[in-house]
């Protein structure tokens, strides 16, 4: 295609609210279009892109002996669960696959992944074998290939080692952190422990004898946000506690909870379900406080 007939629309100022300036350069740069609510179009600019990192991104795989499975609505439990079932013997062993599909995403508000978009591409990788030996080889040689990857496309990263230990005997695992990814890692200064915002388990000391100011009880009329209460009240998110109401399934019968948290914290509601031991799909957002 010659570049004088190639669709290239450029904005002076990027329609999304995101934080990262990689964001919005896609933006401006005519590469996405929004449609509306978390639903993209990827312009021919944006689709060249696209192709050459996913072949960039296929080779690496290929390079490893991966075979790739096509999934039209990426479900990796499902896909371990076929795998697991065609293995009869020791022989079978060991199993490399990778898989290519489309992440589904029926929330109202999609916080998660680069743009926040309901559909996302994504390629999972499943490793089965023999031995805990030669399944840590295959780790090693999985984040060799990353590493040269993120050097191949020049994105700075660094190593967090970040294992999870799953009930069905999975592992799970992030290798690589880069200061332009949309989720935050905590790590403990005193010791090894690190984890995402899922995983990550919080500890508070208790002072007692600290003197507190006396509550004095401050009327917020028509004040519906925290910036607004920020505003209104002249001190930061973090001075703030803000409550949000739950909706959950449990055993039947719909309950409605209320969860406390820092005025400038973001509820993560994965991990919400994981501490009642509830699946993910029974939890949601109250939108309309009435509707409880």
């Known amino acids: 295609m010659k570049q004088s007939t190639l669709h290239i629309k450029t904005l002076k100022e990027s329609p999304f609210e995101g934080k990262m300036p990689s964001q919005h350069l896609m933006f401006r740069s005519g590469m996405m279009k929004k449609n509306g609510a978390g639903d993209y179009s990827l312009m021919p600019y944006g689709i060249s892109l696209y192709e050459k990192l996913k072949m960039k991104v296929d080779e690496v795989f290929d390079n490893i002996a991966y075979q790739k499975v096509g999934m039209l609505e990426y479900n990796q439990m499902e896909l371990l669960t076929q795998l697991r079932s065609d293995i009869v013997s020791y022989k079978d062993l060991p199993l ?11 929330k109202h508000s999609v ?21 805990h030996e030669s399944y840590e080889e295959a780790l090693k040689t999985i984040w060799q290939e990353f590493y040269e990857l993120h050097n191949y496309l020049e994105i700075p990263f660094k190593q967090t080692e970040l294992f999870s230990e799953k009930k069905d005997a999975n592992k799970s695992g992030t290798w690589l952190e880069s200061p332009y990814g949309d989720q935050t890692f905590y790590k403990c200064r005193s010791c090894a422990y690190c984890s995402d915002a899922i995983g990550t388990t919080w500890t508070y000391e208790e002072h007692d004898g600290e003197v507190r100011d006396a509550i004095e009880e401050i009327l917020t009329p028509e004040i519906k946000t925290i910036s607004d209460l920020e505003v209104f009240l002249s001190i930061t998110a973090e001075r703030l506690m803000k409550t949000l109401l739950l909706q959950c399934h449990i055993k039947g019968k719909a309950l409605t909870l209320a969860v406390v948290i820092r005025g400038d ?28």
Do not use: W
């Open 96 to 106: 490399f696959i990778q898989s290519d599909g489309i992440i589904k995403r029926e």
């Open 111 to 131: 916080k998660h992944g680069l743009i926040g978009s309901r559909l996302m591409p994504v390629k999972g990788i499943q490793v089965i074998m023999p031995t």
């Open 265 to 292: 914290r973001e509820l993560n509601l994965d991990k919400v379900a994981r501490y009642m031991d509830l699946d993910r799909g029974a939890i949601e957002l109250v939108t309309d406080p009435q509707s409880c």
